[in-house]
């Protein structure tokens, strides 16, 4: 059975950080394109950030660019966002996504983490 379970959404001042993770078991982890996405309440879900089976290629939202890094450590089948420069309109439920290829929409997901921006 596939999981994905996300951690370290919360709540924090704009201009703070937080750092996501996502733990996935019950896959060859380093053969999937992994992907952190967003959705907002009243708004589609959205691609923030993703990054190759390999780690030797990412891509980011432009909204998220220069303050969003997306990483992953294969040997712990974990995938990582580090959100700096947090803003209010980064306020959403964020999700992780496992793709089968890479710039493909996930086939997998985990259940979501909220993060809150907002003094």
């Known amino acids: 059975q596939v999981k994905l379970v996300e951690s370290g959404g919360g709540l924090v001042q704009p201009g703070g950080s937080l750092r996501l993770s996502c733990v996935v078991t019950?896959?060859?982890?380093?053969?999937?394109?992994m992907n952190w996405y967003r959705q907002a309440p009243g708004k589609e879900r959205e691609l923030v950030a993703q990054?190759?089976?390999?780690?030797?290629?990412?891509n980011y939202a432009d909204s998220v660019k220069g303050r969003f890094t997306i990483s992953r450590n294969n040997a712990e089948n974990t995938v990582f966002l580090q959100m700096n420069s947090l803003k209010p309109e980064d306020t959403a439920m964020y999700y992780c996504?496992?793709?089968?290829?890479?710039?493909?929409?996930?086939?997998?997901w985990g259940q979501g983490t909220q993060v809150t921006v907002s003094s």
């Open positions: 990054t190759a089976s390999s780690n030797d290629l990412t």
């Open positions: 996504g496992a793709s089968t290829t890479w710039y493909t929409i996930p086939k997998y």
């Open positions: 019950g896959l060859t982890f380093n053969a999937y394109a």
